[in-house]
Every structure is written in C-alpha cells, then in structure tokens.
C-alpha cells in the first residue's frame, strides 16, 4: 500500500515562494506518475503538475507555467513542487498523488489511485 505525506506548506506574500515536498512509503520505487493538485474552497480539484518518473518528463497547468517546478529525488522517494511568484489565486489545500497506471490524463484527478493528506498554501496580496 502506497502512503504518500506532504509538508512545506505554509503561508506567503505574494511574490514568495514555498516549496511542497511529498513522500512516498510503503513502496521500493516511487510510482510511474506523481502530481500535484489543489483545491480552493468551493472549486473544483485542479491538475497544477506532474511528474512521468520513466522519462522525467513534466506537466504543468497554464496558470503555472514558468513560476512553479516540479520535481523528483528518487534516492529519498520524494517529489517537490518549488513554487515561485506566487500569487494569491494559488492559494489552496496542495494534494500529492500517485499511479502506477498509463491510462488517463495527469491533470484528471480520477486517475490517480493514492493521495496524500493534503497542506495549505495560503499567499497573501
């Protein structure tokens, strides 16, 4: 069973910048797609990145492009999310998730099969 647990939120200005950690147990490998979402009160789940481990390749919703890098350390089974500039619209409860599977999109939160507890991002103006 796959346990993942995010850390590193916290609160911001606009402007700052955090960065979320998210660490996988219970498993050897870290799965083949990791991602991030979030969730403002009253809005729907959002795909913010992702992260394909068999060839390092990495997604990114629009709104996020250039300020925010996800990443991977496969020794300490840990994905990161640097977020930069950030702004008050990115504030939200972050979601690490994980699948081993091929099907689906990265930004579709269906397809991903394990989820961490969640950690607030709350950025101020």
């Known amino acids: 069973q796959v346990q993942l647990v995010e850390s590193g939120g916290g609160s911001a200005q606009a402007g700052g910048s955090l960065r979320l950690s998210c660490q996988v147990f219970?498993?050897?490998?870290?799965?083949?797609?990791m991602g991030w979402f979030r969730q403002a009160p009253g809005k729907e789940r959002e795909g913010v990145a992702a992260?394909?481990?068999?060839?390092?390749?990495?997604y990114y919703v629009d709104s996020v492009k250039g300020r925010f890098t996800i990443s991977q350390d496969n020794a300490k089974n840990t994905l990161y999310l640097q977020m930069n500039s950030l702004k008050a619209e990115d504030t939200a409860m972050y979601f690490c998730?994980?699948?081993?599977?091929?099907?689906?999109?990265?930004?579709?939160?269906?397809?991903?099969?394990?989820w961490g507890q969640g950690t607030q991002v709350t950025v101020s103006s």
């Open positions: 998730a994980a699948d081993y599977s091929q099907s689906g999109w990265w930004y579709e939160a269906p397809k991903y099969k394990y």
């Open positions: 219970g498993h050897t490998t870290i799965p083949d797609w």
């Open positions: 992260f394909y481990t068999p060839a390092g390749s990495t």
